[in-house]
């Protein structure tokens, strides 16, 4: 290979760096860098051919080739940097942001109108001394029904359409199970309440499959049905008003002896009548009695010495009278706008 003139190697200076100027994007600089000092780049095999340049050229060609390396490395470099600085430029003014725009609001949830009903209806019942209590949504036949003095085939069962499970379990139909379960652990005297989830097949405006209940227990030597009724009046009270009154109706349930429902005022028109209560004034609530000696054996507590009330209500129900729902089932779907007014 003969050794290029001090003159070619100008030539080839100009050409490269013209080619680093003209590229307008980071690869075509890299294309026109490579083509120059790339590993088959011009300056690069000419720096390898100097071994058989004539030796008398060789210091002369080396010099020049290096010094006309740096240079074209230099342009590179500051080629390069402009190309990115540019491309930096462009995505700033692309991508432009006013972080002094007003933000559009995170909306925090909260807790479902039952969940906080329950909660309200439980501190109540701990604020007077009441523990709490629970138990499981699947129940055997005994808890739900058998203990609480249901006797097999008895029609009371009718009253409460019952969803079995394989294996003889069901879903429990009301929270009076857990009664059996608390009292089977608990020394008189005591008194706690139970809420939670119950089962039903049935479904109506005020009836869904799936509703909430409370359930109340006290026993003592002396609890009587008079203190059932301040309990229930003053709870009635908290929750839905000073003016509301409360109505007992003589009723039966196998677990209770004497039994009674209740009825509350309805909210909505004071007790006067209106679409909400069927015009009657009144809206069903829950119900309530004297604890059956019987249930309190099944629970190996001595009946002849210890007496006590128990109560039971929905708390879906009660949802509906403080907020005047006109179905339950507008607490279960899960629509957020009805729920947030709520
Ligand atoms: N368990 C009954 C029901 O779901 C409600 C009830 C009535 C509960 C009387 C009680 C009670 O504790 O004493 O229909």
Redesign the pocket.
Known sequence: MTSRTSQELAELEREAVEAIEAADSLPRLLEARSQVLGRKGTITESLRGIGAADPADRARLGRELNLAKQRIEARFADRRAALEAGARERELREHRLDVTLPGTGLRSGHLHPVTQLEREMVAFFTGLGFSIEDGPQVETDYNNFEALNFPPDHPARDM?DTFYVEGGNLLR????PV?IRAMQRLEPPFRFVVTGRVYRHDFGPRSSPMFH?I?G?MVDERTSFGDLKGILYAFARQLFGARVDLRFRASY?P??EP?AEFDVTCPNCAGAGCGTCSQSGWIEW????MVHPRVLENCQIDAERYQGF???MGIDRAAMIRFGLPSIHVLFEPDARILEQI
Do not use: N
């Open positions: 409460q139909t009301h929270t009076s009664q209940q359930e227990v349930f677990f209770t039994s829950g119900g309530c009695g128990a109560f039971g």
